[in-house]
């Protein structure tokens, strides 16, 4: 038995420790929004967070995963509630076929832990190991800079940051 932390919950996981992490997440917990594309680790459909860091989770044994947590998309936010990052790539339109989204979001939202205010150039490089194959790059680039500015702002309003700032 492997125990993992998903999205804040202990999971408990009787698979092979040589099985893939994605499979884990998609066949034993159900979540799937991390795809499964190229198996090999080369288009980013399967990316998650792993500790807060990026993942391909189609080449990650689920027994790397062993007492670290790991981060989906379906951990950012629900479909009632979603989270920052979620609603700015909704309203940036920034998913066409959306089968790499989930990838995209998830090095987005690790980028977006680090800073705030990312610059072009930070965002392009957290985000280039992911394929898009439907050329809505622009359109992620902008979800990306709209949820920094979000969060900067949601941030900025707190308390503590108010009297942080003054």
Do not use: W
């Not at 990650?60 to 998309?73: I, Y």
Request: glycine share 8%; proline share 6%.
């Amino acid at each position: 038995m492997i125990e993992i932390r998903v999205n804040g919950r202990r999971q408990t996981i009787a698979a092979d420790p040589d099985t893939p992490l994605l499979y884990v997440l998609r066949g034993e917990l159900q979540l799937n929004a991390a795809k499964y594309g190229c198996g090999l680790g080369q288009c980013g459909s399967c990316t998650v967070l792993v500790d807060g860091e990026p993942a391909f989770s189609c080449v990650v044994p689920v027994l790397l995963a062993e007492n670290k947590e790991v981060t989906t998309l379906e951990g950012l936010g629900t479909e009632a509630e979603p989270g920052p990052l979620q609603r700015a790539f909704i309203a940036e339109q920034a998913a066409q076929c959306g089968y790499c989204i989930p990838g995209m979001m998830m090095r987005a939202h690790a980028l977006l832990r680090k800073t705030l205010t990312p610059s072009e150039s930070q965002i392009r490089q957290a985000l280039q190991p992911n394929l898009c194959r439907c050329g809505t790059h622009l359109r992620i680039l902008r979800a990306v800079r709209r949820a920094a500015e979000e969060m900067r702002s949601a941030s900025s309003d707190r308390p503590a940051a108010r009297e942080t700032a003054l």
